[in-house]
């Protein structure tokens, strides 16, 4: 069984290869244009490139993208209107040579409908396997119903492009919990100590078994809670069903590759009307209490538009992970941009793969691991730790560091502390909100239900079977810069369902996913 790990460990580390150049929140997005407004539907054309990009078909057999979405207002008479989400149809997309591209509804489960389904994003992608390194792609453009949106023929249109690097997680088997050595791991029995086999999105029913271990070579269908010990949490061995909708990590799915920035949270915050930034303002009382820099988290608003002040030469913090991100902070983001939360169950296939677990192992595969202790570039889009660095936790550095920072100049998954499929900082830098199997909220929760990019008129998200805003549905997982080793293991559940911790917080942030089309 060993010798199984050790060789599904290379085969992550040689497809890691081509996707450890530079930092995950890179993407940029030019020359945004609008075409004529004629017949209910137009144009939006632009060009996109970022680096550290990769397809390959064979090893893990992946490839990352650009989660691509519109945001349009008007003037009419003289009067700007308010940033709103734009519909696009499900044909009509057109990309260049060396890119392919595929849509994304609001509800993956139903059919496409531009008044009630309509298309809320595109993945734009590498067609076929290539040297790995910067993409771009020119001349996208992609069709807009500006009708649906109550866009007139005579409105001046103004439209913002946005992009967010995603890695694709292919359909497939794994196992969730790590041989019962981190706390409240997932386990098959009150005996058996080996981890949940999750092969297949079917419910799953968690029972009282004491299970009928048979070692590494167990995948039975048996599974057993053990409970985080919070409020909100079933007890251990209490018996429940995780119903078929809510996201167990088999079915296909992308995940953002890093967790949100601070760039990424500015750039949302901006397009929301007074009333919703209100709602939204990390540097309230509730939040860091201030406009300056505080933990590494350089947000500053006071009216308008927030910012992020230059704290030397070109060190405005914009690739750093955000904090401070309640769980309706981190939901109102994923709303507006198209994306939904993620289970715990995602989040450990994203770290481990279709491989049985090393016991304790981080997200990157082994229980090695080197915290940054120095920041090179402080605040800048090159922010590196020092060369031996794979993780940032206990307190090597005061506050998160640039997403993805740890794959710099790195060559193996483990060195840029890498999940197996390219997802970076899965195992420290910031704590991340995902949404729990231990009490009946979060398992209410259903996979092919996204953000429709609207969100309500006070600021919150609207999807109906996502967690409420007062967090009960959801948890911690991954530790933050502040956290010992303990919580870095990939399958700790040490905060699952903990709502207590639903407010902001200087470690506290967040990643969003898809349902792969």
Known sequence: MFARHLSALLVSLFMFLSA???????????????????????????NVTWNASWRTSTGVSNWDAAWVFVKFRTTTGGTLGDWQHASLNDTGHTMPSGATHSVGYADTSAAFSISSNPVVGVFIYRSADGPSGTFTANNVSLSWNYAQDGVQN????????????????????????????????????????????????????????????????????????????????????????????????????????????????????????????????????????????????NISWISGDANLPDQGVGALYESVAMSYLSWADLVAYLDWAGLRPASELEFERAGRGPYRALSGEYAWGNTSVTG??????????????????NCVYNNGVQGPMRVGSMSYGKATRVESGAGYYGNMDLSGNISERLVTVGNSEGRGFEGSKHGNGMLTSAGDANVT???????????????????????????????????????????????GVRTAP
């Open 20 to 46: 450890s150049e530079g930092s995950c929140t890179n993407i940029k997005v030019t020359s945004p244009t609008v075409g004529t407004l004629s017949g209910g539907s137009t144009t939006v054309t632009f």
């Open 154 to 297: 005579t409105n001046t249109v103004e439209v913002r492009v946005f992009a967010i690097e995603m890695v694709y997680i292919p359909t497939g088997s794994f196992f969730a919990g790590d041989n019962a050595t981190s706390y409240a791991s997932f386990m098959q029995g009150s005996s058996d100590n080996d981890p949940w086999y999750i092969g297949s999105e079917a419910a799953i029913s968690v029972g009282s078994q004491a299970g009928t271990g048979t070692g590494f070579g167990e995948v039975n269908s048996e599974y057993y809670y053990v409970t985080d010990a919070y409020t909100y949490d079933e007890a251990t061995g209490a018996s429940f069903t995780v119903p078929a909708a809510f996201p167990k990590g088999y079915n296909k799915f992308y995940m953002m590759k890093g967790e949100v920035s601070q760039g990424q949270w500015v750039s949302f915050f901006n397009t929301l009307t007074t009333t919703q930034k209100n709602a939204r303002d990390i540097t309230a009382a509730s939040g860091k209490n201030r406009d300056t820099v505080y933990y590494r988290n």
């Open 372 to 389: 940054a202790t120095t920041v090179t570039d402080a605040g800048k889009s090159s922010e590196v730790g020092q060369s031996d660095a």
């Open 465 to 511: 079977t996502w967690p409420g805003t007062a967090g009960t549905g959801a948890g911690l997982h991954g530790a933050a810069w502040n956290m010992a080793t303990n919580d870095l293991a990939l399958s700790s559940r040490t905060y699952a369902a903990v709502p207590n911790l639903a407010g902001r917080s200087f470690n506290r942030g967040g990643r």
